[in-house]
């Protein structure tokens, strides 16, 4: 059940370049939430939905295929930031 | 490079000032000097310190191992290593699943912090693996060039940098540590389950006992308002009012951090929509119905009570909820902004209603109004 438990629709930023993908599947080997399969010997998003936005796919394809804004999720940092206009930590996992 | 132990000086890989920690179960004679190994057998403490990291923000804040390289079983040039995060409970759940095995541990200083945090951070991180990889001088270890990393490190390791600075190539592992045994027969291949974080109902109910502690102290705050609110007469407050007056919303102040930060995280996947702040206001709309139809109280009966009533504790189990986006492995920063940019307006507005109701409920009790 955990596996599959989604968040919001249509809100992720994540962006898949197809072009440049050379299918290393360093995607697949990283990501937490299994938003990536093999097809056609490319990287090919399964549901975006799933995607939490942790930077692993980014970070680590070497060609740029993969786009995405990666950053703290704790609401309570995402208050203080609104408010003090940056975004610093909460204070809990320091 | 190793260091001399300041007890015997002797060359080892991890600094030791002194006696060992329970953990070291005794030392790997290598060429490059010796390495201290660590037991893949819990013991209370361990287990002790398990639990408290799950109650005591303190406590799992300092509750950490020294970085540096370590042994498991009777490693040799061969042998796998194993990359950790410098918290002790990392640490001991990958010794006591790496139990019965024979490898090296790179424990890396996280700041005491677990992998995946310290991977968003950035501290399980390219720069702490190659700096770490150098301070120990893995290289004279082990005969081969692999290292294996948790896969909740990726989000903060850049693998082909690692490659390109040290020659080392990362291997991502499972998950979960209890997968790392089957990983390594299947020949360094972990499969799609292997590699999906999950969310369970346990995952779930060992949070909560933080989110709780961490709001205590707000409770107090809240029930001295709560009371002085109800106490409060043009003669000054009355201890008599505000016991009598008080109690009911003090205690249904109480059960709403039960239900926010208990009960709708509990019950998660089971409360309707996809927006937590929703499902928070959901559980508390329908905490506040029960009340109102089981407890025969006659405030209850009052109509600014009951506007006060449901818009001041849906609105806390709302933002309860929605605090826990932060703790979950489903969530992400967009959704939780996109929630935010909603949901606190309409906090403001309920909040506001909810204190208007309550000075009118007062005027009206002082005839007044």
Not at chain 1, 66 to 72: L, M, P
Not at chain 2, 116 to 132: D, H, V
Not at chain 2, 186 to 191: E, F, H, T, V
Request: glycine share 10%; hydrophobic share 40%.
């Amino acid at each position: 059940m955990g596996d599959s438990m989604k968040y919001l629709k249509n809100v992720v930023t994540l962006k898949q370049f197809p072009e440049k993908c050379t299918g290393c599947g360093i995607c697949i080997d990283v990501c937490p939430r299994g938003v990536y399969e093999m097809k056609n010997k490319k990287a090919s998003i399964t549901d975006k939905d799933l995607c939490i936005e942790c930077g692993a796919c980014k970070k680590n394809c070497e060609y740029g295929a993969i786009e995405v804004a990666e950053g703290v999720g704790c609401a309570a940092a995402i208050a203080i930031g609104m408010l003090t206009g940056s975004e610093p930590n909460c204070g809990c996992c320091d | 490079m190793s260091v001399n132990c300041c007890g015997t000086g002797e060359k080892q890989a991890t600094p030791c000032c002194g006696s060992a920690p329970a953990y070291v179960s005794g030392y790997i004679e290598t060429p490059a000097g010796k390495v201290q190994q660590v037991s893949g057998v819990w013991s209370r403490q361990e287990s002790i310190g398990q639990i408290r990291c799950r109650i005591s923000g303190s406590f799992r804040m300092h509750y950490t191992v020294d970085p540096g390289l370590y042994g498991i079983g009777n490693p040799t040039k061969e042998s796998p290593v194993f990359v950790s995060a410098n918290y002790k409970m990392s640490f001991d759940i990958l010794r006591r699943e790496l139990n019965g095995i024979y490898g090296w541990i790179l424990v890396l200083d996280t700041r005491g912090i677990n992998v995946w945090c310290a991977a968003g951070k950035g501290t399980f991180g390219t720069e702490e693996i190659i700096n770490r990889i150098r301070s120990v001088g893995l290289e004279q270890y082990v005969g081969h060039r692999r290292i294996i990393l948790p896969q909740l490190g990726a989000p903060g390791v850049q693998s082909h940098t690692i490659k390109n600075e040290t020659g080392f190539s990362v291997k991502f592992g499972p998950v979960y540590a209890h997968d790392i045994k089957q990983y390594l027969n299947n020949g360094y291949k972990a499969d799609k389950q292997m590699r999906t974080v999950r969310f369970s109902l346990m995952d779930r109910m060992v949070l909560t006992p933080m989110e709780i502690t961490a709001l205590l102290k707000y409770t107090l705050i809240y029930a001295l308002a709560v009371f002085a609110l109800f106490g409060l007469t043009p003669q000054g407050i009355l201890f008599k009012n505000a016991l009598s007056e008080g109690t009911l919303f003090v205690i249904m102040g109480l059960l709403a951090l039960f239900f926010g930060a208990y009960f709708t995280l509990v019950f998660l996947p089971f409360i309707p929509f996809r927006s937590f702040a929703l499902k928070g206001f959901i559980v508390g709309v329908a905490y506040c119905a029960l009340v109102s139809v089981t407890l025969d109280n006659p405030l209850l009966h009052n109509r600014y009570i009951q506007i006060a009533m449901f818009t001041l504790f849906p609105v806390i189990t709302s933002y309860l909820a929605l605090n826990f986006t932060g703790c979950t492995t489903f969530t992400n920063m967009s959704g939780v902004v996109k929630e935010m940019k909603i949901a606190i307006p309409l906090y403001v507005i309920a909040l506001a209603v909810s204190i208007i109701a309550l000075v009118i409920y007062k005027l009206v009790s002082w005839g007044i109004v």
